[in-house]
């Protein structure tokens, strides 16, 4: 079964750096979020989009933009990155009007990012 | 927001024996709670859910007690084994929200 895909798995930058994780969710799924995992943390709730319109903010730098596009897939694209922004990135999707308690979320296998 | 707090932290067990999870949470509109296994390095993966209006659910070796009233839910693995152990996440959410609150997460130990 086709899962959540995100890309790059791994991405190198340099502080005050610019860099873009995308994400693609399962088909059929409308709604995305996104998650920032630290070493050693749970999983903080970033933002998330319904149907191409953000449902939802939780913790995102001003410095973090995302958006999602027509095809359902996401962007999350992060400026003027600081060592503090390492971390491993995941997308989510889930389906059924995107209401959490109505469709269990599927990760994807994360993004990791290390700031220089 | 939601708070969602998550204890132990670490747990070690015995092959065999029993593990037991708790976690509280706030917010008591709260009726979504799902339980995340996560290995090194990898992605969180649902191994049970359950809905306010339930309160017990059980899947083979794993079950969810829930208690609205004290705003606590538990997990609980039983007879486990060495591929039980991973760091495992309790989450809670509000029918019509779009995220999950996590717990810090219990890195559990299965000793052979």
């Known amino acids: 079964a086709a899962g959540v895909i995100q890309s790059p798995r791994h991405l190198i930058k340099e502080k005050r750096e610019t860099a873009t994780l995308k994400c693609y969710p399962i088909?059929?799924?409308?709604?995305v979020y996104w998650y920032q995992q630290g070493p050693g943390q749970d999983p903080q709730f970033l933002i998330s989009?319904?149907?191409?319109?953000?449902?939802d903010k939780g913790s995102i730098p001003d410095r973090f933009s995302a958006q999602q596009f027509s095809d359902y897939h996401s962007e999350l694209n992060m400026s003027s990155l600081e060592l503090g922004d390492s971390a491993l990135y995941f997308c989510?999707?889930?389906?059924?009007?995107?209401?959490?308690?109505?469709?269990?979320?599927?990760f994807g296998e994360g993004s990791r990012l290390t700031v220089l | 927001g939601e708070n969602v707090e998550q204890h132990p932290s670490t747990l070690s067990v015995q092959e065999g024996d029993s593990a037991v999870i708790k976690c509280t949470y706030s917010?008591?509109?709260?009726?979504?709670f799902p339980w995340y296994k996560q290995e090194l390095g990898k992605r969180p993966q649902l191994i049970i859910d359950?809905?306010?209006?339930?309160g017990e659910k059980k899947d083979q070796r794993i079950a969810v007690t829930l208690n609205k009233t004290a705003k606590h839910f538990s997990l609980h693995i039983t007879e486990t084994q060495p591929e039980d152990s991973a760091v495992y996440f309790c989450?809670?959410?509000?029918?019509?929200?779009?995220?999950?609150?996590f717990g810090a997460g219990t890195t559990v130990t299965v000793r052979a």
């Open positions: 359950i809905r306010s209006n339930v």
């Open positions: 989450a809670a959410s509000r029918f019509g929200d779009y995220k999950l609150s």
């Open positions: 917010d008591s509109a709260s009726n979504y």
């Open positions: 989009f319904y149907e191409k319109m953000q449902s």
């Open positions: 989510a999707s889930s389906r059924n009007g995107g209401r959490v308690g109505t469709g269990e979320l599927f």
């Open positions: 088909p059929r799924h409308d709604t």
